[in-house]
């Protein structure tokens, strides 16, 4: 009997396991009201079926998209974030990723910097 649960105790069990090629997209200076839309891609490093629960942002300002489906071991996905770019200043967002990984939750950061709209009759630099 011990030797059962010495066994079961010490066996690993198969998981999926994410890995981000980043953690922090740099919009860089964007202008008003241009594409918000950036994505982070990952690979499910595990030996079992990824799948992502859901993403949560910080504010409303910053939309996530989640993939559907699993994300076989081996395979790449992603995670579009767009954000609100009519908000100008700076851009300083989280974006949480919950999913079945061995690490359950996955902090993402999005950085840069909106300009101000422009008025009619400034010039474009």
């Known amino acids: 009997m011990l030797s059962i649960l010495l066994f079961v105790g010490i066996t690993t069990y198969a998981q999926a396991e994410i890995k981000f090629d980043s953690d922090v ?3 860089g200076k964007v202008d008003y009201g241009s594409d918000g839309v950036r994505t982070f891609s990952f690979t499910n490093i595990g030996d079992q079926p990824l ?7 910080t504010c409303g300002c910053t ?8 994300i076989a071991p081996g ?3 992603e995670i579009q974030v767009k954000y609100d770019t ?5 851009i ?3 974006v949480t990723v919950y999913s079945n990984a061995v690490t359950k939750t996955v902090p ?8 101000k709209k422009k008025t009619e009759g400034e010039e474009s630099m």
């Open 92 to 94: 300083r967002k989280t």
């Open 108 to 115: 993402l950061k999005i950085k840069g910097f909106v300009n």
């Open 51 to 57: 799948i992502i629960k859901d993403v949560k942002s």
């Open 25 to 27: 997209i740099d919009y």
């Open 75 to 77: 395979k790449k996905g």
């Open 86 to 90: 009519k908000r100008p200043g700076p």
């Open 63 to 70: 939309v996530p998209k989640k993939p559907d489906g699993e």
